[in-house]
């Protein structure tokens, strides 16, 4: 089983990123996924969720910001992130089920 992340970087404030998270060794069109994110001496915290199907759940904290999405044919989950701020620097995590990936770091920095 393995995640792989990547599209992190250095953006300025009210730029975008995508964030990409490719799944091996499992049934990926079968799990749920999610994205988490962990900042500088904060703990790990949750951002957005997606369903096999595609239904989404975001955290009220990127809410309108932050898209989650998926391509089963891929096997892979992308994770838009829009108008990004300053607080949204964290390492992202690719999560499935009893699963991490290495993390991707997103600096948002002027």
């Known amino acids: 089983v393995q995640l792989v992340e990547s599209g992190g970087g250095l953006v300025q404030p009210g730029g975008s990123l995508r964030l990409s998270c490719a799944a091996s060794g499992f049934t990926f069109s079968r799990s749920i996924m999610s994205w988490y994110r962990q900042a500088p001496g904060k703990e790990r915290e949750w951002v957005a969720r997606i369903s096999p199907s595609g239904i989404t759940v975001t955290a009220e904290s990127v809410k309108g910001r932050f898209t989650i999405s998926r391509d089963n044919a891929k096997n892979t989950m992308y994770l838009q992130m829009n108008n990004l701020k300053p607080e949204d620097t964290a390492v992202y995590y690719c999560?499935?089920?009893?699963?991490w990936g290495q993390g991707t770091q997103v600096t948002v920095s002027s």
């Open positions: 999560n499935a089920p009893g699963t």
